[in-house]
């Protein structure tokens, strides 16, 4: 079968084809960095990263582009509330340049952590100032714009596709209402949707960061740094463009308006801007509470490590559940993924007698398409390649794919040796490190076979009993009593070290 895909723009499931053949061209919105990303919001990352793996699985060059967005973004995004990054500077007593790039450093750092592959291009809203007054000028020779108390303002009224990816009436909407919760009345605005393209009347006294443009000195509204971006690195026209669910009402609506607002007419003859829209669902927690910087009911990724899981327990949690479903956070799943991951990274532990076998089959590097050839495979293990293809063709079903690489393990018709050879194409995709931590366990056990790590030491009962008893409490969500175990023992210079095999500890 060939790759399909939900299409938000449309609201249902296409057969993909790409502008260029062979070659994908997408873009990803980045984080805002003004605060550490919470896991909700790198849920979106873990999506996008599957779909970078399957376009090389499935054979395509492919060119991933992201965002940083380092300067104004507004707390609300309909051009109300405070500026993010200004408020997190005045609040650290640091300036915005700083803010933005100790969490763009926090970010990627967990991007790494999860095993995400880095986009090939990264670009920053700072570094691309030139291009959005260039794009805004397009938009404003088209005729869709005005400038009222200082500020440029895109006229939804003027480009008829206008809420076309959220399904929005205009009509109904100039009331107010509608798909938006919260419309903040702008008495500048002619409908209550248009939008700031360029701000010159700031709200705030001292903006941090402005630039000279052909409006006056200012900074650009949030929602054309995207187009600008995309554009200059995908072209005019480009296959795919991603975010979460929470983006389509305003933020990519907003984005289609003023990208294809600046088209001439030859450009309009070639296509939309986009061909292609996804959208991930939320994380919520316990509650049905979508996670929220704002209302400050989210967890980041150490704050899941200093429970004493590894980021690739939360990407396990993840791939569980299929990118369009929300899908429901509790500690009790995090201690399913967690269990479920180590199960199997035993079991593919087992499919080898030496630590060395699993570490270079690790270490093999496939390019497009590669991994998905089954030249040479056994009649089973091409039955099963098969299914992991199909399920990723299938709007990514990852949970499905994960499931097949689960099934090769356990079955008994397909030879060892060729069991490793499925897991490492397999896990090309799923990105778990899979055989890499299968020779961590067995390299583990091959180590304690051969020695006693604390033989001689006149505490090693003590300190088993306690790691025994942190265990145990963690099970029993104690997490204050397991957190004081630690504590204690850290305090003594003994180190726990959460293995897939079970915790052990090991002396500073």
């Not at 805004?136 to 005005?146: D, F, L, P, R």
């Amino acid at each position: 079968m060939a790759l399909k895909l939900y299409n938000t723009m449309g609201r249902k499931i296409e057969e993909f084809k790409s502008i260029r053949d062979g070659y994908v061209g997408f873009y990803g919105c980045g984080p805002t960095v003004y605060n550490y990303a919470h896991i909700g919001n790198l849920r979106a990352y873990v999506f996008l990263d599957t779909l970078d793996r399957t376009l090389t699985f499935l054979g395509y060059d492919k060119k991933h582009v992201m965002n940083i967005t380092d300067v104004g973004h507004l707390t609300g995004d309909s051009d109300d509330g405070d500026d993010k990054m200004v408020k997190t500077a005045e609040e650290k007593h640091q300036s915005v340049m700083e803010i933005a790039q100790f969490y763009t450093d926090a970010f990627f750092r967990d991007i790494d952590r999860l095993n995400i592959i880095r986009p090939d291009v990264v670009c920053k809203a700072t570094d691309h100032i030139q291009e959005m007054i260039d794009l805004i000028k397009k938009i404003e020779a088209n005729g869709h714009t005005y400038m009222a108390g200082g500020n440029l303002y895109f006229d939804v009224s003027t480009y008829k596709n206008y809420g076309d990816l959220a399904n929005l009436n205009l009509d109904e909407l100039k009331e107010g209402a509608g798909r938006r919760k919260e419309v903040v009345i702008d008495e500048n605005k002619k409908n209550p949707q248009d939008f700031v393209l360029w701000f010159t009347k700031s709200k705030f006294e001292n903006q941090a960061l402005t630039w000279d443009s052909p409006w006056g000195r200012g900074y650009p509204g949030w929602h054309i740094e995207c187009s600008a971006m995309s554009m200059k690195y995908l072209g005019k026209h480009f296959d795919i463009h991603t975010g979460g669910i929470d983006h389509v009402p305003v933020h990519h609506t907003n984005e289609i308006a003023q990208s294809e607002g600046s088209f001439s007419e030859e450009d309009r003859k070639q296509g939309p801007w986009v061909n292609y829209w996804l959208h991930n669902e939320f994380l919520v927690l316990q509650g049905a509470t979508k996670m929220s910087k704002s209302s400050g009911n989210f967890l980041t990724l150490q704050s899941l490590i200093d429970k004493g899981y590894d980021a690739l327990d939360y990407r396990f949690f993840l791939l569980g559940a299929h990118y369009r479903k929300q899908i429901l956070f509790s500690w009790d799943a995090m201690d399913g993924a967690k269990k479920s991951r180590e199960a199997l990274a035993g079991r593919i532990a087992k499919l080898a007698d030496k630590s060395h076998v699993l570490k270079k089959a690790s270490e093999k590097k496939y390019g497009k398409g590669q991994a998905a050839d089954t030249t040479g495979m056994s009649e089973k293990a091409c039955e099963y390649m098969g299914k992991f293809k199909d399920a990723l063709e299938n709007d990514l079903l990852a949970p499905v794919a994960l499931s097949m690489i689960q099934k090769v393990v356990k079955d008994n018709a397909i030879e060892n040796p060729e069991k490793i050879e499925l897991v490492s194409r397999m896990d090309t995709v799923i990105g778990l490190k899979l055989l890499e931590t299968a020779a961590s366990v067995l390299e583990a056990e091959e180590k304690s076979a051969s020695v006693n790590p604390h033989e001689g030491d006149p505490e090693a009962a003590e300190i088993d009993a306690l790691v025994a008893e942190r265990t145990q409490a963690k099970k029993n969500k104690d997490f204050a009593r397991a957190d004081q175990i630690r504590d204690e023992l850290s305090a003594r210079g003994i180190t726990i070290v959460d293995t897939p095999t079970g915790p052990t500890w090991k002396r500073a």
